[in-house]
C-alpha cells in the first residue's frame, strides 16, 4: 500500500503525454499545514508544457483526477491539494501490516548481495573513543537496514592491531612499563605509557629512532616484540568485547590491520608492475596530481609500510573475498581524504569496483566544545559512560515505576539504548556535544522516550487481552488522530528506502520520534478502550504503533522493554 504511488498514477493517467510516472510521484510532496491535505502536487513544471499559468493548470487537473482514496481535491495557487479517504486508507494499511507484521516494509532490492562494512575499528592499545563508538553505531544500523532491504551485510571490525604506534608502546613499555600494572588495568596502563612517549618525546626527539625501531622489529617478526604485540592485543580485545556485549552487537569479522601483513608484499608488486610507484626522498609513494589528491604513501625509507598499503590490501582482499556490489567504511569525516586517496589508487590500478567503495563519513562528538585526544590523554571511557547512563536510567524508573520487575535489567537497555539513539538521531554529518544528562530523558527526542511509548502501547493490548488481529475482518478508522499515526504507518517502507539510500540511520531515528508522537497525541485524545464503533480498528492501530517502534528501534540497535 502506497497511496503516494497510487495517487501519482491517477495524475499519470492524466498527465501521462507530458510527466513519467516516477517524475509526478517525485514531485508530489507532503503540505506543510494539516488544512491543505495529505499530498500536494505543484504544477509549475506544466507550466512550459502547456504555456499557461501553474494556477490554471492545477485548477484545469482538479477537474479530471479521479482515485477511490482521494475524497476530494482543491487548488491553492500552483498546487493541487488532494485529501484521502481515510477510511479506505486506513483499510488497507493496517491490514498489510496485520498480515506482515514483522516482515512489513522489508524488500528484496539487495538481492542477496554482499556488502562488507568497515565499522567500529578501534586502536588496539588505546581505549575506545566516542567516534569509534559512533562508527560502531551507525556501522550496525546501516547493517541491520541493509538485511531487511535483501543485502547480506558483512560487519567488519577492522582492528587498529598494526602500525608506528606499537614500536612508541613496546619502547615506552620497556622503559616505563610493568608487566603487574598492565595486567591490573590493560588500557589505562597501556593508554598512560602511550601518553608519557608522546610527553617525553617532546623533550627527548631522539625516543622517536626508539619508537621506529621497535616497529621495524615487529614487521622483521621479532620473537620479544610480537609476544608484547600480541599480549597487548589480547587485552584490548577484551576489553572491548565488554562494550560490544553492551551494545548487543556481533561482528563477522575481526581481520585487522596486521591480517595484511603477509599480503601487502602482493600490493606493493601489483602497483609496481603496473608502474605506479614512484620514488620520492627514498619513500615509494603514488603520485595522484590528477585527482588533485596529495601523493599515497605507500612504503617509507626504511621499508615500513602504511595506514594506505593495509587498506589497499584490505579493499583487494575483500573484493575477492565478497565480490561486493557496494562496501563501505564507516569512518570519521577527517579521514575523507584517506578514502579518497584508496579509492584514486585502485582507480589508477584499473579496478571498476574502486566506485563501489564509499566512505559514510560522521562528525566529530566534542565534550565541553572540545575535541577529545587519545595523544593527550583526554578520552572519555565508554564503559563509564554506558555506566552512568544505565545508573540515570535505574535512577528515573525509581521515581516512575518502583515497582517494575527486572529493574536493573531493563535499566541497562534504557540507558545504553539512550546512548545509541542520541547517536543516531541525527544526520551523521552533525557534530554534537554529549552531556549524558540529555542523553537518558524519558522525554523529548530520545531512546528512552521511543522505548516507553512503546511499552505505554503494549499495556494497552494488556488491558484490552488484544493479542492477535483476525485478518480477514477489516479495520477502518475515521479521526483526525488516527490519520496523523496512520499516514506514518503507511510511511514506513518508503522511510527505510530512504535510509538505505542515503546510508542515514536518522531518517529511521526521526519516524520512531514522529510516531510516539503522533501515537501519544491518539492516546490522549482518543479513549481507546471505551466502547466505540472504531475500538476494533483503534486497538489494530495501537498494536501497528508497538510492531513499527519495535522495527525502528531494532534496526537502530536499541533493545525494546516490554515494561518500564
Ligand atoms: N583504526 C582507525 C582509526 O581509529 C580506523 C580504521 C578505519 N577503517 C579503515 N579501513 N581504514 O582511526
Request: no cysteine; charged share 30%.
Amino acid at each position: 500500500m502506497d497511496y503516494k504511488l497510487l495517487v501519482a498514477e491517477s495524475l499519470h493517467d492524466v498527465l501521462k503525454d507530458h510527466l513519467e510516472l516516477n517524475e509526478i510521484k517525485q514531485l508530489l510532496e507532503k503540505p506543510k499545514m494539516a488544512e491543505h491535505g495529505d499530498l500536494a502536487f505543484p504544477a509549475f513544471q506544466l507550466a512550459k508544457v502547456f504555456r499557461k499559468n501553474p494556477a490554471q493548470i492545477a485548477s484545469e487537473i482538479k477537474e479530471e483526477v479521479s482515485s477511490p482514496i482521494i475524497e476530494k481535491s482543491e487548488t491553492v495557487g500552483p498546487y493541487l491539494n488532494f485529501f484521502l479517504k481515510k477510511e479506505e486508507v486506513s483499510r488497507l494499511v493496517l491490514n498489510e501490516l496485520l498480515k506482515e507484521k514483522d516482515q512489513y516494509g522489508s524488500s528484496n532490492l539487495g538481492n542477496g548481495q554482499n556488502v562488507p562494512i568497515d565499522m567500529s575499528s578501534p586502536n588496539i592499545a588505546k581505549p575506545m573513543s566516542m567516534g569509534h563508538l559512533r562508527s560502531t553505531v551507525i556501522g550496525n544500523a546501516l547493517a541491520n537496514i541493509l538485511e531487511k532491504t535483501g543485502f547480506n551485510p558483512v560487519r567488519i571490525n577492522y582492528l587498529g592491531d598494526w602500525g608506528t604506534q606499537f614500536g612508541k608502546l613496546i619502547s615506552a613499555y620497556k622503559k616505563w612499563g610493568s608487566e603487574e600494572e598492565v595486567r591490573a588495568n590493560p588500557i589505562k596502563e597501556l593508554l598512560r605509557l602511550y601518553v608519557t612517549f608522546h610527553e617525553e618525546a617532546e623533550k627527548h626527539p631522539e625516543l622517536e629512532d626508539d619508537g621506529r625501531a621497535w616497529f621495524k622489529k615487529l614487521e622483521d617478526g621479532n620473537e620479544e616484540a610480537l609476544a608484547l604485540w600480541n599480549w597487548f592485543r589480547k587485552e584490548s580485545l577484551a576489553e572491548f568485547q565488554k562494550v560490544y556485549d553492551r551494545l548487543n552487537i556481533q561482528f563477522d569479522s575481526y581481520n585487522g590491520e596486521a591480517f595484511y601483513n603477509d599480503k601487502m608484499e602482493d600490493v606493493v608488486r601489483l602497483l609496481d608492475d603496473k608502474n605506479l610507484l614512484t620514488l620520492n626522498q627514498g619513500a615509494h609513494i603514488v603520485d595522484l596530481e590528477k585527482y588533485d589528491l596529495n601523493p599515497a604513501l605507500i612504503k617509507k625509507s626504511d621499508g615500513a609500510t602504511l595506514y594506505m598499503t593495509r587498506d589497499l590490501a584490505a579493499a583487494l582482499y575483500r573484493q575477492k573475498t565478497y565480490d561486493f556490489s557496494q562496501a563501505l567504511y564507516v569512518v570519521g569525516q577527517e579521514q575523507s581524504n584517506h578514502f579518497k586517496q584508496l579509492k584514486a589508487v585502485l582507480s589508477e590500478m584499473d579496478y571498476e569496483w574502486a566506485e563501489n567503495i564509499h566512505h559514510i563519513p560522521f562528525g566529530l562528538i566534542t565534550k565541553d566544545g572540545k575535541k577529545l585526544s587519545t595523544r593527550k590523554g583526554k578520552v572519555v571511557l565508554l564503559e563509564e559512560v554506558l555506566n552512568e547512563a544505565a545508573s540515570q536510567a535505574l535512577r528515573q524508573i525509581e521515581e516512575k515505576n518502583p515497582e517494575l520487575e527486572n529493574k536493573e535489567v531493563v535499566a541497562e537497555q534504557v540507558g545504553v539504548g539512550a546512548v545509541v539513539f542520541h547517536d543516531l538521531k541525527n544526520d551523521r554529518l552533525n557534530n554534537f556535544d554529549f552531556t549524558i544528562e540529555e542523553v537518558v530523558q524519558f522525554e523529548g527526542e530520545t531512546g528512552p522516550y521511543v522505548q516507553y511509548t512503546r511499552a505505554r502501547a503494549l499495556s494497552i493490548l494488556k488491558k484490552a487481552e488484544k493479542s492477535s488481529f483476525d485478518v480477514s475482518e477489516e479495520y477502518t478508522l475515521t479521526d483526525d488522530y488516527s490519520w496523523e499515526v496512520i499516514k506514518l504507518v503507511q510511511e514506513f517502507p518508503e522511510t527505510l528506502l530512504r535510509a538505505y539510500n542515503q546510508y542515514e540511520p536518522s531518517v529511521i531515528a526521526k519516524h520512531a520520534i514522529h510516531l510516539s508522537q503522533a501515537f501519544n497525541k491518539f492516546y490522549a485524545n482518543i479513549r481507546v478502550l471505551d466502547e466505540h464503533p472504531e475500538k476494533e480498528s483503534r486497538l489494530a492501530l495501537v498494536y501497528a504503533v508497538t510492531e513499527l517502534l519495535k522495527q525502528d528501534l531494532t534496526l537502530l540497535g536499541v533493545q525494546t522493554p516490554d515494561q518500564m
